[in-house]
């Protein structure tokens, strides 16, 4: 099944200490980003990649940093989390080299708190 | 600069009942619209989008969409809606060289 995956899916943490969050896609996509959802906000891009190694910052880039080392994988880092940073998390990925023009699929999320 | 604006954040309606909401763009360049759902607890779907061609497109569970140029607007309809609709729409917007934006959200309660 066409899937993009994401662990895990609840996490409460602690101010400062550094985690990460997994993201897999087994469709081939060459295109993977990541958006915090808050409400009244919508979706907004965290970081993204169009291949291997290549990575870019979204809208609100700052606390996070990510990684491309495979095609299939994009983890999300948080090296100190802070409160501001208690958020919904998606990943997503799409075929096309930008999101603009093609279907994103997500994966199913990841509810952050950060105490 | 693109932006989304999605006009109304909540949308009550009864089951059966039509439904419209509300999603307005503004870009200075030409643009490919996208309307996503959310159920609870899961990620995001595609229900329909537009890249070219005719402005009236359709989408999954039967709901539709129009885009309008002169008006800049890319609304979501659904001539009857379940109790099953109930979800957060969201409606995007992207161009050919930059990234997606989306839209605030709109929740969609459908009441028996």
């Known amino acids: 099944e066409a899937q993009v995956t994401q662990n895990p899916r609840y996490l409460i943490t602690v101010t400062g200490k550094k985690l990460t969050v997994t993201c897999s896609q087994n469709m081939n996509h060459e295109y993977m980003s990541w958006y915090r959802q808050d409400p009244g906000l919508g979706l907004r891009q965290i970081y993204y990649?169009?291949?291997?190694?290549?990575?870019d910052k979204g809208d609100v880039p700052e606390g996070y940093k990510v990684s491309r080392k495979e095609k299939r994988n994009f983890p999300l880092i948080l090296e100190s989390p802070s409160p501001n940073q208690t958020s919904l998390y998606f990943c997503a990925s799409s075929a096309s080299l930008t999101a603009g023009v093609d279907t994103q699929y997500f994966g199913p999320g990841t509810r952050l708190t950060v105490l | 600069a693109q932006s989304v604006t999605q006009l109304d954040s909540q949308v009550p309606v009864f089951e059966e009942a039509p439904v419209e909401l509300r999603c307005n763009y503004s870009?200075?360049?030409?643009?490919?619209l996208f309307w996503y759902v959310q159920y609870p607890n899961q990620g995001l779907q595609l229900l329909l989008k537009y890249l070219s061609g005719s402005t009236l497109v359709k989408g999954i569970n039967g709901f539709e969409a129009e885009f309008n140029k002169s008006q800049t607007s890319f609304h979501l309809r659904k001539p009857s809606v379940h109790i099953s609709d109930t979800a957060e729409y969201f409606c995007a917007g992207g161009t050919s060289y930059g990234k997606l934006t989306f839209g605030q959200g709109t929740i969609l309660t459908v009441h028996p």
């Open positions: 870009s200075s360049v030409s643009v490919y």
């Open positions: 990649s169009m291949n291997v190694e290549v990575t």
